[in-house]
């Protein structure tokens, strides 16, 4: 098991490298200063802005210097938001983001894991119908639709919660709705399916010969054998929970890491694109190992002798 986590951080690490590298190629490709729009400014001024940033260097030397700064936990310092550091924009908007992407994550498990063993428990009767309409709604719909669409209704039209901002807990139930509607169904049908295949296996048959009650043969038995692909969907279910959320977090005014990520994408503030394109990457890379050692925990056969795969 340790050699495989080792093997994992080092891919990890050469695909953190290759991204940081890609992203600092793609955001010099493009033409022009990002001081160009600023209004009333200067060639004078522009020029000290410039040089006070790197950008008058070489490439190859603003790439060395990003590196060796970047190796030392400093990305940089903002172009636009009064040159505050690009760290401790990270660190103070992460709290909102942190709460929002767990809350969907969180939500998603537990609600298509119910939604999943219940159309599986009662196949092709009233719950199942249900279970699975639920789920092909939120597989229609995406978070960009779902959340002015839960605005709407259930901001302006009920009145039951605020349209938009952080005044409370409640405030996150709509993005957080709007975020795991479409993991919640491909959950439900992806361990509905698993389940009904196993429901119907020799040990399950055996189970039921021997007297166990229902509960104990779903949760005990068919369970932990229909949850490996669920496992496994958890490391993709994530980033795309990380990702939809940069947009959701705009749509409802959550002063999170995406609201930064778009605004600084529209004032080309290249430190803190990287910065936040580097902090989402390690994030993801983080939730994928940890989804890949969860998948060996669970399945036994994956491992032999504390060795994976053998």
Known sequence: MLRYILGKIVLMLISLFLLVSATFVLMNSVPGSPFQGEKALSPAVQANLEAYYGLDKPKIVQYGNYLKNLLQGDMGVSMKKKFQSVDKMIRESFGPS???????????????????????????????????????????????VMAPVLQYLLSTKLGWFEVAGLNGPLDYVL?????????????????????????????????????????????????????????????????????????????????????????????????????ITIFYAIILMVTRLLADIAYVLVDPRMRTGGKVGK
Request: net charge positive; hydrophobic share 50%; aromatic share 6%.
């Open 98 to 144: 942190l709460k929002l992407g767990l809350s969907a994550i969180v939500t998603s498990v537990i609600v298509g894991c119910i939604l999943g063993i219940l159309a599986a428990m009662y196949h092709r009767k009233m719950i199942d119908n249900i279970a699975m309409s639920i789920a092909v709604i939120g597989l229609s719909i995406p978070s960009i």
């Open 175 to 275: 993005p957080t709705i709007a975020l795991s509607a479409g993991p919640i169904a491909f959950i439900a049908r992806l361990l509905r399916s698993t389940m009904i295949e196993v429901l119907s296996a020799d040990f399950i048959k055996t189970a039921k010969s021997k007297g166990l009650s229902g509960y104990v043969i779903v949760v005990k038995h068919a369970l932990r054998n229909s949850m490996l692909p669920v496992v496994t969907y958890l490391g993709y279910m994530t980033a795309g929970i990380i990702t939809g959320s940069v947009v959701v977090e705009k749509i409802f005014s959550i002063p999170g890491i995406g609201k930064h990520f778009v605004s600084s994408v529209i004032d080309r503030d290249y430190p803190l694109i990287m910065g």
